[in-house]
């Protein structure tokens, strides 16, 4: 069935304002050079005036900070909703049109799905063809399953998961409630552990599980390792970008943000609204605070506050860093010049 709304009902949504046509009917979101009539875009980057004049959509959601440049052009007649955060408005309007999609991708359980007899399955799960479920495993309510995924033994998911094609859950894993994880992750591998003797290196038995929390989203190809001993624990409310390892026995709180390609190695303790900027590594038995910010291509070996900005290598508070680049550079500067 097509969805359609008035251009109040959206504002009453994202909780703005109309300038305009509010009965103007929105079939649908989209950006400003695919957008046709019917649609709504999101606009707030000032340098994209120019395709927004030749955009077809037939009204613009546009933040408050923006709004009067957008204004002064008097050739943008289109009708507005005016909000405090365009990004929140986004989020909202895409669940308002395509919140639902998951629900039609299959229903039911495929019959070449190999489950076995003493996993419990829980009501309104669809499970994809090929999909291996060993022994003991616990499945909620309102789970999807996609293609080829394997769940070794004694794992547990939660309500309302989402298991891309080829993820991988390695033996007594836990994973909470409306948690996403896409293609190619492998939750629960070894831990890289070893001991070496005469120059052999032997392994030690990584006998940990990996628990992840509720509302947590896990890009692709994300290596999560088991712990030796304990716990390998995610937070509730994380979200994780693809490409990231994190080893054996890390600690991550709640509600972080950690983006492509960080490594995070053994150990490590990390506090809650922790953000990681892309290819941060961070060190064995670090401890990181709370509220902590660290920029893209750090590289922490020490323990870090709670409420710092770190950067560079090894990491340091963001201020530091930028006056020990801005004395290299003037240092570099001054003897160029004096070569000449």
């Known amino acids: 069935m097509e969805k359609k709304y008035s251009l109040s009902e959206i504002a009453e949504l994202v909780s703005g304002t109309v300038e305009g046509d509010k009965d103007i009917i929105i079939k649908g979101i989209s950006s400003l050079e695919d957008a ?72 039911g359980i495929d019959k070449t799905s190999i489950i076995h007899p003493e996993s419990r399955i829980g009501k309104n799960v669809n499970i994809g063809a090929y ?33 891309y094609p080829n993820v991988s859950v390695y033996k007594d894993t836990i994973i909470g409630d409306n948690v996403v994880i896409h293609s190619g992750t492998v939750i629960g591998s070894d831990g890289f552990g070893y001991v070496t003797l005469e120059k052999e290196h032997m392994k030690i038995l990584q006998v940990g599980i990996v628990e992840i929390g509720d509302n947590v989203e896990i890009g692709a190809n994300v290596a999560i390792d088991r712990s030796t001993l304990g716990k390998t624990i995610i937070g509730s409310g994380t979200k994780i970008d693809n490409l990231v390892h ?16 960080v490594g995070i190695a053994g150990s490590v303790k990390i506090g809650n609204n922790v953000m990681m900027g892309g290819q941060v590594g961070i060190a064995d038995h ?50 160029q010049l004096q070569k000449k």
Not at 146 to 161: A, D, L, R, T
Not at 246 to 261: D, E, P, R, T, Y
Request: with cysteine; net charge positive; hydrophobic share 45%.
């Open 131 to 163: 999909v291996v479920i060993e022994k003991n495993v616990t499945i909620d309510n309102d789970v999807i399953i996609y293609p080829f995924c394997y769940i070794g033994m004694n794992v547990k998911i939660g309500k309302k998961c989402i298991l």
């Open 36 to 107: 046709k009539e019917s649609d709504i875009v999101i606009f707030y980057d000032l340098k994209l005036i120019n395709e927004l004049l030749n955009s077809k959509c037939s009204a613009l959601i546009i933040p408050e900070n923006v709004r009067s440049n957008v204004i002064v052009n008097s050739k943008i007649t289109k009708s507005k909703i005016i909000v405090k955060n365009a990004r929140i408005a986004l989020k909202k309007v895409l669940d308002l049109f395509y919140g639902d999609k998951e629900q039609s991708a299959f229903q």
């Open 246 to 261: 994190i080893a054996h026995s890390v600690q991550i709180g709640k509600n972080c943000l950690i983006a492509g390609q």
């Open 286 to 335: 670090v401890n990181i605070g709370n509220d902590v910010n660290i920029s893209g291509q750090a590289g922490v070996i020490g323990d870090i506050k709670s409420g710092m900005t770190v950067s560079g290598f090894p990491a340091r508070p963001i201020k530091e860093f930028l006056k020990a680049q801005a004395t290299l550079y003037k240092w570099l500067n001054k003897k």
